[in-house]
């Protein structure tokens, strides 16, 4: 997998996943310019999460942000006459960053891709998963069913989007190192009560 360069935009408490959608406000002018480069260059930029705020930590803020993220592909933006935007993006690959870039307003990186290895074996994982989803959400299992993707990748995104997981959990599951233990690490998250079977 051939490294890229691509800006960072990091987010306190937030893990991306393939295939979600994610709604950004952007107001500060660092991420002002991060996206009026990537709407010229039409490439995506990268979410890593913030593990240390500046208030927990005096590390540099390189030093304070994840070193795996996912590949945000923008959807949508409507800018507003403050100059601030409202953005829509797509959750792509996850990555792994290699090395920092200074070089701009922003935060950088050199990235390498990490696709996440399937074995075409995980549909019973995924099933039962989703089957837990919705049990552990009664009132809202009709719209999660309806809604669920088929594929066991974006199941496993979906599931992680909709489970009551915490920041850190969600990024112990970005760093599954294959979609078998995402799909196992998830389902371990889920309250005993809902893996029982009706």
């Known amino acids: 997998m051939t490294p890229m360069r691509v800006p960072?935009?990091?987010?306190?408490?937030?893990?991306l996943f393939p295939g979600v959608l994610l709604p950004l406000y952007v107001f500060e002018p660092r991420y002002r310019a991060l996206l009026a480069d990537v709407q010229a260059?039409?490439?995506p930029f990268g979410i890593v999460r913030i593990l240390e705020s500046a208030q927990e930590s005096s590390k540099p803020f390189h030093e304070r942000v994840s070193l795996v993220g996912t590949l945000a592909h923008l959807q949508q933006a409507q800018g507003h006459e403050d100059g601030t935007?409202?953005?829509?993006v797509?959750?792509?690959e996850r990555f792994e960053v290699q090395s920092f870039d200074f070089g701009t307003p922003y935060l950088s990186a050199e990235v390498k891709p990490w696709p996440l290895p399937a074995d075409g074996a995980e549909d019973g994982l995924?099933?039962?998963l989703l089957s837990a989803l919705l049990r552990l959400n009664?009132?809202?299992?009709d719209a999660l069913g309806q809604n669920a993707p088929d594929d066991p990748l974006l199941l496993s995104s979906y599931a992680a989007a909709n489970l009551p997981l915490s920041a850190t959990q969600r990024e112990a599951a970005l760093r599954a190192p294959t979609l078998?233990?995402?799909?196992?690490l998830l389902l371990a998250q889920v309250p005993q009560q809902a893996k029982l079977l009706n």
């Open 8 to 15: 960072l935009f990091p987010l306190p408490n937030l893990v």
């Open 41 to 43: 260059s039409g490439g």
């Open 85 to 88: 935007s409202t953005i829509l």
């Open 90 to 92: 797509g959750g792509g």
């Open 126 to 128: 995924a099933r039962e």
């Open 138 to 141: 009664p009132d809202r299992a």
């Open 180 to 184: 078998r233990a995402r799909l196992d």
